[in-house]
């Protein structure tokens, strides 16, 4: 057995056994009792509930709607259920073994509360998971490649900032990351760095290969695209999620980036869809 933080994991090659994905429907005031080591790690993301969890031995955590929890292989844990939704689907569980030349790595002891920036692409990746699992024609290839993708997402969280030459803009590449729809001027967020407008964006370049402006719209870009293809959401909720204003002008954008005007995308990958379940 090996021990890894999602750090080393990040920069680690590693295989991927046993995937399971499954939706949940949650009741309200119900407890779950994991008594035994868990026999794989889970991800779950609590998409129209809340619960409270409690690792053995150690304190409770709160988990709220739109989060996301990494149930790690061997811990064990109760789960109390504070709120389920309406919905047929509450949350989403992918299950999963990761082994290394045949040993199973182990993450954690306990469960934890993940730090995710881009929670509507991680709902995407699950979803499209269940819709891989669930289809007549399974592709083991497909589901296990999504899988791979699901957990560079999430531990490309921990993976920290690679040179110390960028770490007087740490600051301020966390802040893109983590918000992009945030209309906060560049300079502003230079200033998060103690650092000039000039400096933050020559840095930005480098690290990251694109201007601060560039990144930002890019991010958004994949929100929409998630938001098209998960949420089944209209162009205009799209772009008040996203805090823009103009629905033209955020069109033209998406063709120029993606080449297709995002009725285009979503009908493009509702049809994707609707083959795999054929």
Known sequence: MINMTLSE??????????IFACRQKWTTGANFTMNHPRPQNGVIYLKNCEGVYTPKGKDSFFAPTDSVVWLCEKSQYTCYN?????????????????????KRVIISDSPFLMNTANNFAILSKMKEICEYINSAHKSPAAIKGAVYTLIYMLSDEYSGIPDKKYNCISKGIEYLEKNPTSHTSIEAIAGMCNVSSGTFRRLFKEYSGKSPLSFR????????????????????????????????????????KTGMTPGEFKNKNIINIQKNHE
């Open 9 to 18: 994991l990040y920069k680690t090659d590693f295989d991927i056994k046993n």
């Open 82 to 102: 504070k709120k389920a939704g309406t919905n047929s689907t509450d949350a989403y569980l992918i299950q999963f073994n990761i082994e290394i030349n045949g």
């Open 217 to 256: 719209l890019e991010k958004q870009i994949e929100l929409a695209q998630n938001m098209l293809i998960g949420e089944y959401m209209s162009l205009s909720s799209i772009c008040e999620k996203l805090e823009i204003d103009n629905v033209p002008y955020f069109c033209k954008l998406f063709l120029k």
